[in-house]
């Protein structure tokens, strides 16, 4: 169950490579020593990834300790990926995810953020100030992101206007290519 396997996956966010994983890990690369394999940091974060995404809801518990490692560079991303997975009951703490000091986590949680939102407009209304962000790929990400919203045309279409202006050739272009997929109701 859950409550079992919930703090075994908490525990494999928070590895880190030391020297010591580092080397055992290279030399079991290297020897191909099936006996004693090592992962790296990495890996194991990945799995821990995987264990909330198949736990899903079950796995709310964790929401607290994951909002402990939102703050933690190290972890923030691999605890928004957690997140994800979780669904549902971590909606805020998702939208918090927003304006978190990693971009990258930003970056993620503008897309993250549409798997748990029910509603367009409270999503539109979440993520817009995404727009003027200072990382161009999270404004990319959030224009791709306004602009699959072809339910809420009226809603998407004046930012996808504005972000025509954007510094940015990319997210500018892919202002205009929303806009355009929207056709008639834009």
């Not at 691999?78 to 703490?93: D, F, H, Q, T, W």
């Not at 918090?96 to 367009?120: E, G, I, K, M, Y």
Request: proline residues 3%; contains cysteine; glycine residues 6%.
């Amino acid at each position: 169950g859950a409550p079992k396997v919930v703090p075994k996956l908490l525990k494999l966010i928070r590895t880190k490579d030391g020297r010591v994983r580092t080397w055992l890990v290279e030399k079991t690369e290297r020897f191909q020593n099936r006996l004693f394999h090592w992962h790296s940091a990495s890996e194991l974060q990945l799995r821990a990834v995987a264990g909330f995404e198949a736990l899903g809801t079950n796995a709310a518990p964790a929401i607290g300790d994951l909002a402990a490692l939102l703050v933690d560079q190290n972890h923030a991303f691999v605890a928004v990926m957690c997140l994800e997975g979780i669904g549902k009951p971590s909606e805020l703490l998702l939208c918090q995810c927003l304006t978190n000091q990693d971009w990258q986590v930003r970056h993620f949680a503008v897309s993250a953020l549409a798997s748990v939102t029910d509603d367009v407009e409270i999503y539109i209304t979440r993520i817009k100030d995404r727009l003027l962000d200072l990382e161009p790929s999270v404004r990319f990400t959030t224009v791709r992101a306004i602009g699959r919203q072809d339910n809420a045309s009226e809603l998407a279409t004046p930012l996808l206007i504005s972000a025509l202006s954007d510094a940015e050739d990319s997210v500018s272009g892919q202002a205009a290519s929303a806009l355009a997929g929207f056709g008639t109701n834009a």
